[in-house]
């Protein structure tokens, strides 16, 4: 298939998502979100075997969250927390995390990262600081947690994460679709 005849409008109807794919290698998506309100965002597009992907997302979206703390054991290490995004049993990526005493950074070899688990090494804190992409800074305060222990922390989304850059969609009838997670935008142009 020609690129051209990817160019065009597409509406997500189950959710109310509009997609611009333009002959530029660009695109525009809004999403209403939970709320009503509506996001924005930019970025490229690309088609490999009528396999099409987005990247360059601007601006990357951040989204509000609730939280779910547990206590699921004990440890000899003096802090495990083991994070999960909307129960899913995907990878979760970290893109910061500081352990902070009197609002001060204390050595990172204090902490590690091992698959959705932080480590922290030290139970000599006020609190822990964690960056996830598409969440704002998450802060933690000592009090919550016991020395030794295993805690999950359940983080739930307070809006829909955005989905185009996260996978990849199928060019078939006028439509761009991903069946493992059943999204389907409809070309209307």
């Known amino acids: 298939m020609p690129e051209s005849g990817i160019v065009g409008k597409y509406i ?7 997609l ?42 951040v989204v509000g969250f609730k939280l779910r703390i547990t206590k699921i054991g004990e440890s000899e290490v003096p802090l495990q927390l083991e994070f999960v995004v909307n129960e899913a049993k995907k990878r979760v990526q970290f893109s910061d995390m500081r352990v902070l005493y009197k609002k001060v950074g204390i050595d990172n070899a204090l902490l590690s990262a091992v698959s959705n688990r932080i480590l922290i090494k030290t139970f000599n804190f006020d609190s822990i600081v964690v960056k996830i992409p598409y969440f704002p800074f998450i802060e933690f305060k000592k009090e919550k947690f016991d020395q030794n222990g295993i805690y999950r922390i359940v983080i739930y ?14 060019y078939r009838n006028g439509a761009l679709i991903n069946r493992s997670e059943g999204i389907r935008y409809r070309r209307t142009n």
């Open 157 to 170: 989304p307070a809006e829909r994460l955005y989905e185009l850059d996260k996978f990849s969609y199928k």
């Open 12 to 18: 997500d109807i189950e959710r109310d998502d509009t």
């Open 20 to 61: 611009n794919i333009k002959a530029d290698k660009t695109y525009e998506f809004e999403e209403k979100l939970r709320n009503g309100e509506h996001g924005w965002n930019t970025g490229n597009w690309d088609i490999s075997k009528k396999n099409i992907s987005f990247t360059n997302t601007t601006p990357i979206p």
